[in-house]
């Protein structure tokens, strides 16, 4: 009869150690109520010397979905340089807005006929809990998303005059124009309950691109040429929407991908771009201009 020997492992690699030097942000769980009273929960990124009673600008990264999640865990971004973001002194708010997971039925149903609006709601006032507190500069204040992350982020380009810059990848910007061209047009029926030829009023309430004229914020729009869940179109759209109304805008299209940006160098451009971007607007740097 075999006796087993004490456990006792051993590291193999040291693929952690490459770390070691970087001080990363801390995160924390935040709450706050929205306009229309509901509880909303999201993710704060600090800087590792973050100091009480300082404000720093904050940027709101808004992830897709609209059923996706963000958790208090460091963990591997591909498109928004959230630890390059902190270092340079930000806040970084991750909002689990209404239609988010692991909330409940009743939470994931409150932005069905209400996409955007209630988003948008949501944000703003998780941007304004931090600025009431003492923590956000007012002055400095930005927004980025990737396909429903998108979509929010333009509807917040156009819906509110309060960003200093913002970024959309992958974005909706007009729900006709997504719904003639995306791969599952069961989502925009689920969501908005009719087609644009039965219902044309909630999916113009419910677009970006019909509060064009009210739109001032500085915004980068980044898609993949081949996208076929949120078609490139709608990049176009909003690009020429921009520029026809003035608003510094630059459109970054990538060539050969489809919805999601996945091979490294790519990704990697992807994120200095919008580092770049904030750095601009943000920071006030010129060197990107």
Same mark, same amino acid.
């Given at each position: 009869m075999s006796v087993l020997s004490p456990f006792d492992p051993r590291p193999l690699s040291?693929?952690?150690?490459?770390?070691?030097?970087?001080?990363?942000?801390?995160?924390?769980?935040?709450?706050?109520?929205?306009?229309?009273? &509901?509880a909303i929960e999201g993710v704060l990124v600090k800087p590792p010397d973050y100091q009480a009673g300082k404000r720093y600008p904050l940027l709101v990264v808004i992830h897709g979905g609209p059923t996706g999640v963000d958790m208090p865990v460091l963990d591997p971004d591909r498109y928004y340089p959230v630890e390059q973001l902190v270092a340079k002194? $930000?806040?970084?708010?991750?909002?689990?807005?209404?239609?988010? $997971?692991?909330y409940g039925e009743k939470f994931r149903s409150l932005n069905v006929r209400n996409l955007g609006l209630g988003d948008c709601d949501d944000v703003l006032a998780g941007v304004d809990h931090l600025i009431k507190r003492g923590m956000a500069d007012p002055a400095r204040?930005? $927004?980025?998303?990737?396909?429903?992350?998108?979509?929010?982020?333009?509807?917040?380009?156009t819906y509110s005059e309060r960003f200093r810059a913002i970024s959309v990848g992958?974005?909706?910007?007009?729900?006709?124009?997504?719904?003639?061209? &995306?791969?599952?047009?069961?989502? &925009?029926?689920?969501?908005?309950k009719a087609t644009p030829w039965d219902d044309p009023d909630i999916y113009r309430r419910t677009s970006p691109i019909t509060y064009l004229s009210r739109a001032r914020t500085p915004t980068l729009i980044q898609h993949g040429e081949n996208d076929k869940r949120v078609p490139i179109p709608n990049a176009y759209?909003?690009?020429?929407?921009?520029?026809?109304?003035?608003?510094p805008t630059r459109l970054i299209v990538f060539k050969g991908f489809g919805h999601g940006i996945d091979k490294p160098k790519q990704q990697r451009a992807l994120m200095e771009q919008n580092l770049a971007w904030f750095d601009e607007w943000i920071w006030e740097s010129r060197s990107s201009r």
């Open positions: 040291g693929l952690r150690d490459q770390l070691t030097p970087f001080r990363f942000g801390t995160r924390e769980l935040i709450s706050w109520k929205s306009a229309d009273g &509901t002194g $930000a806040l970084v708010l991750r909002p689990n807005y209404r239609g988010s $997971a692991g204040l930005g $927004a980025m998303g990737w396909s429903q992350g998108g979509y929010i982020s333009a509807f917040l380009a992958a974005g909706i910007s007009d729900w006709t124009t997504y719904y003639v061209n &995306t791969d599952i047009h069961p989502f &925009t029926r689920q969501y908005l759209e909003l690009y020429q929407g921009l520029k026809d109304r003035g608003v």
